[in-house]
């Protein structure tokens, strides 16, 4: 168990990374910042920071030396970066969380073997591979890289007209995994936090929607049946609980099937805070950041109880030029990054309205198709 005052070492200097740091700064705990991005909108808010590849040893070695515990911001840390760390000082998560949702077929085959059921799915490493995964699976099918990729990169469509040597090319002839098709009604995610001795608190489910593969808004609470809800929480815990899992991580889900029919379906697990955990900022009472440095310090976890109804919504690029009139908007709250560039398909902060409605914080509406 960390005391006030520990060093929080993030891997990472981006807007969550950011916001954990101003999470634990509230807790009274300090942070230091390893990235390799000089601009980094972490090292605005860090009490330390070194601006180095997370591949510099030498770096590594007087990053581990400064810092009581090391957490992470996004999922692909090297694995000997985590391995190095954890072998000088305590790494939360551990590098098995990294391991796993670093690759997508190592992680649907964890989570089919959990008996949590995912896409259909097949491991392709060459065209001839493609080939018998679009035979077994059919088509249309999504063709992913196994490594890297978010917010829609890495990954290709084939519908049943197109050229499956094509796809393959596309993809740069890569290993990769194809997914059979989903028929969803809606996209949900569990945003949970688990620490060490296995103590566990999960956020409401929540809806998400997605504009050109990122995530536009999330909605609380999602429009699922109580006992749906309560399925995607017990698949939180279980993965959590196999990971061995310190710290706030998401699971991200398909909502399949209609009334009596309604279920959820594994699409991908985040091993650290999460885009559609930041309605908790202001709608919850303990933000995810805030679940997370309690879970990698050892300290209790935060009440997770919702404020009312609530959503977030991403500023992304131009988005940003307008926070003068989000700001005058009554019951918004306003989170910007301190990005200097406003790139077309870039996160530039988010926006939170919530609606404190007394029946929105205990009612979960059934699903209605």
């Known amino acids: 168990m960390l005391k006030p005052g520990s060093v929080i070492g993030i891997l990472g200097g981006g807007q969550l990374g950011r916001m954990i740091a101003l999470a634990a700064a509230e807790l009274g705990l300090k942070t230091h910042i390893l990235c390799p991005d000089k601009d980094s909108p972490a090292f605005h808010v860090s009490a330390h920071h070194i601006c180095a590849p997370y591949d510099d040893f030498a770096a590594l070695e007087r990053f581990a030396a400064g810092v009581d515990v090391v957490t992470y911001e996004f999922e692909n840390v090297p694995l000997a970066t985590a391995e190095f760390l954890a072998a000088r000082v305590p790494l939360r998560p551990g590098a098995k969380a990294l391991a796993i949702t670093q690759d997508r077929l190592a992680e649907k085959s964890f989570v089919r ?135 706030v991580f998401a699971v991200e889900l398909f909502v399949v099937g209609c009334g009596a029919d309604e279920r959820v379906i594994v699409n991908e697990i985040a091993p650290r805070v999460h885009n559609s955990g930041h309605w908790t900022q202001d709608g919850a009472v303990t933000s995810q950041f805030e679940q997370h440095v309690r879970a990698i ?3 209790p976890l935060g009440e997770v109880a919702r ?63």
């Not at 290709?156 to 197109?162: A, K, L, N, S, W």
């Not at 050109?212 to 995607?232: D, F, G």
């Not at 870039?346 to 509406?365: L, Q």
Request: hydrophobic fraction near 40%; glycine fraction near 10%; include cysteine.
């Open 113 to 247: 073997d959990l008996g949590i059921e995912t896409a259909p799915f097949a491991a392709v490493d060459d065209l001839a591979g493609l080939e018998a995964g679009a035979a077994a699976l059919g088509l249309p099918a999504v063709l992913k890289t196994r490594r890297f990729g978010y917010d829609g990169k890495g990954q290709v469509i084939i519908r049943p007209e197109e050229d499956l040597t094509a796809a393959w090319h596309a993809l740069g002839r890569q290993s990769a995994i194809l997914e059979g098709f989903v028929s969803f009604e809606r996209e949900v995610s569990v945003v949970a936090a688990r620490r060490a001795d296995g103590a566990f608190q999960a956020f409401d489910v929540t809806q998400n929607v997605h504009r050109e593969h990122i995530l536009h808004t999330s909605t609380v609470p999602a429009t699922l049946s109580a006992t749906t809800a309560r399925q995607a929480r017990a698949i939180g815990r279980a993965i959590g609980d196999a990971l061995d899992y310190e710290g």
């Open 297 to 299: 310090a050892g300290w």
């Open 307 to 369: 404020m009312g109804r609530v959503q977030m919504t991403n500023l992304i690029g131009a988005d940003v030029h307008d926070w003068q009139a989000l700001l005058a908007e009554p019951g918004t709250h306003v989170h910007l990054y301190g990005k200097d560039e406003a790139r077309a398909g870039r996160k530039m902060g988010h926006v939170v309205r919530v609606r404190r409605d007394p029946e929105a914080c205990t009612n979960i509406p059934e699903g209605d198709c």
